[in-house]
Nanobody
């Protein structure tokens, strides 16, 4: 059974940094692209970043380009999201997910399957 477990969220001041982790199990992790999405209260889930199976290609939502970095360690079955220069509008629950057929460049939820439970990120002003 595939499982995704996010961690690393918390409360941080504006301008600060956090690194999220997503540990995957129950699949051959290195075969699949991965993505991060976020959802703020009252808003739709939003694409944050994606990465292909080797980690050689990365993709970002417009609102996080230049501030967030996605990476992966296939030996550890883990994908990361390093978030710098955080803003209050980055406050959301962050989810990792699997792109079984693409390269992690899909920006719609429909491009992904299976989701973790999410980790809360709160940025104070």
């Amino acid at each position: 059974q595939v499982q995704l477990v996010e961690s690393g969220g918390g409360l941080v001041q504006a301008g600060g940094s956090l690194r999220l982790s997503c540990a995957a199990s129950g699949l051959t992790f290195s075969r699949y692209a991965m993505g991060w999405f976020r959802q703020a209260p009252g808003k739709e889930r939003e694409f944050v970043a994606g990465i292909n199976w080797t980690g050689s290609r990365t993709y970002y939502g417009d609102s996080v380009k230049g501030r967030f970095t996605i990476s992966r360690d296939n030996a550890k079955n883990t994908v990361y999201l390093l978030m710098n220069s955080l803003k209050p509008e980055d406050t959301a629950v962050y989810y990792c997910t699997i792109d079984y057929v693409g390269s992690g460049n899909g920006k719609s939820e429909r491009d992904y399957e299976q989701w973790g439970q999410g980790t809360q990120v709160t940025v104070s002003s």
